[in-house]
Structures are given as structure tokens and as C-alpha cells.
């Protein structure tokens, strides 16, 4: 069966450097979310889409940035990278949101700044 | 706001043996739904088990069950007959109405050979 894909795999990238990470959804499911998990940490919501619309926030920094497109994948754009920003980023996607539909996750983009 | 809370950080168990890890929640909301999720060493976020609150019945997976407590707010995940690759963190979430998974801290599963 098919399931989420994320790229890139790895990510290095330098302080203050900009960063993108890519979230091919499951096909049909039209909902993306974004989750960060650093070091020992349980996952922190980011942000979420639904039909290309920006549905719900959390706690997501003003130098980060996402969309989604009219394909249905996402993108979360990372401006001025901070060392702090040093986590793995999942995207997680649903066939329909707002029902406590299963959310599958990608494998995650592991991000590193020097 | 809603609250996962799993306290024990870390369990062992021998092969082939039960396992209960536990999980409370606090919530206002009355329609809503828990999760366990597995992270082995590669990180995957793998589902293991749903539950939708407003079922009276445990939702069930293979060697995995879990114990729904409603009134007391405790979502507990029993894996039985353990196997080595149930070597992994352990994650309880819960999500509302506004659909984000809310996670506990989640818990280190060791099985022993």
C-alpha cells in the first residue's frame, strides 16, 4: 500500500540558512498535518491543511512557513535556522479531517544545524 | 486544553509474556479519540490501535487491546505475548475536535529474550 513520503531523508544545513521539507500524502487523503519531535521528546503539532486551506496552528515559530497545494502536498518552508531547530519532522496525512480520522505518518525528515 | 499524561518511563518484559502500559487523559470534550502509537529505533511513527470515545466496546488488534476507562480517563494498552520487535517507545495521543494529535511522553517498552 502506498504511504506518506518525505523528502529529503537528511538535512544539514547551517544557522540562519533557509530549509524546505516536502509531504506527499497518502493518494485521497487531502488532510496534511506537520509534527516536530526533538531529541527525547514526545511530537509537537505545527500546523495542519485540509483541501489546501490552512485548518488549525500550533506552536509553530514566525520563521516558519507552509502550504499546500493543488496536488495535495505540502510543504513547510524554515527561514533563519537556529540550532534549537535540530529535530525530526514528520508529516502526517488523513483521508478526511475533523473525525478523528487515523493520521499515517510519514518517515520523517531529520533536520541537523550546525 | 487537553492533556496526555503516561508516567511510567520506561517498562520490561519477557518474551512471550503481558504488558500493560498506561495512559490518562484530560479532556472537556465528549467526542474524541486515543491513540497508541509504536516508534522503534528507525523513528517510524507506526499506529498500533484507535479507540473512538463514545464506543462502549475496547477496540482490539491482534496482540494488542486496550483497556477504555472513560469516567476515570485511562486509555492502558495491553500487548500480549510479546516479541522482540515490540522492542520500542510507546506513545499515547489523543485528538479532539480540532483533529492535531496531542501526545504523551510516551513510553520506553524493552523485551527481554
Known amino acids: 500500500a502506498a504511504g506518506v513520503i518525505q523528502s529529503p531523508r537528511h538535512l544539514i544545513k547551517e544557522k540562519r540558512e533557509t530549509a524546505t521539507l516536502k509531504c506527499y500524502p497518502i493518494p485521497r487523503h487531502d488532510t496534511v498535518y506537520w509534527y516536530q519531535q526533538g531529541p527525547g521528546q514526545d511530537p509537537q503539532f505545527l500546523i495542519s491543511f485540509y483541501e489546501k486551506m490552512q485548518s488549525d496552528k500550533g506552536s509553530i515559530p514566525d520563521r516558519f512557513s507552509a502550504q499546500q497545494f493543488s496536488d495535495y502536498h505540502s510543504e513547510l518552508n524554515m527561514s533563519s535556522l537556529e540550532l534549537g531547530d535540530s529535530a525530526l519532522y514528520f508529516c502526517?496525512?488523513?483521508?478526511?479531517w475533523g473525525r478523528g480520522d487515523t493520521q499515517y505518518f510519514g518517515p520523517g525528515t531529520r533536520l541537523t544545524v550546525l | 486544553a487537553q492533556t496526555v499524561t503516561q508516567s511510567q518511563p520506561e517498562m520490561s518484559v519477557q518474551e512471550a509474556e503481558t504488558v500493560t502500559l498506561s495512559c490518562t487523559y484530560d479532556?472537556?470534550?465528549?467526542?474524541?479519540?486515543l491513540f497508541w502509537y509504536k516508534q522503534p529505533p528507525s523513528r517510524q511513527m507506526i499506529l498500533v490501535i484507535r479507540q473512538e470515545a463514545y464506543k462502549q466496546q475496547n477496540a482490539t488488534e491482534n496482540r494488542f487491546s486496550v483497556n477504555f476507562q472513560k469516567a476515570a480517563k485511562s486509555f492502558s494498552l495491553k500487548i500480549s505475548d510479546s516479541q522482540l520487535g515490540d522492542t520500542a517507545m510507546y506513545f499515547c495521543a489523543y485528538t479532539g475536535a480540532n483533529s492535531k494529535l496531542t501526545f504523551g511522553k510516551g513510553i520506553t517498552l524493552s523485551v527481554r529474550p
Open positions: 479532556t472537556s470534550e465528549s467526542n474524541y479519540y
Open positions: 502526517a496525512t488523513a483521508e478526511v
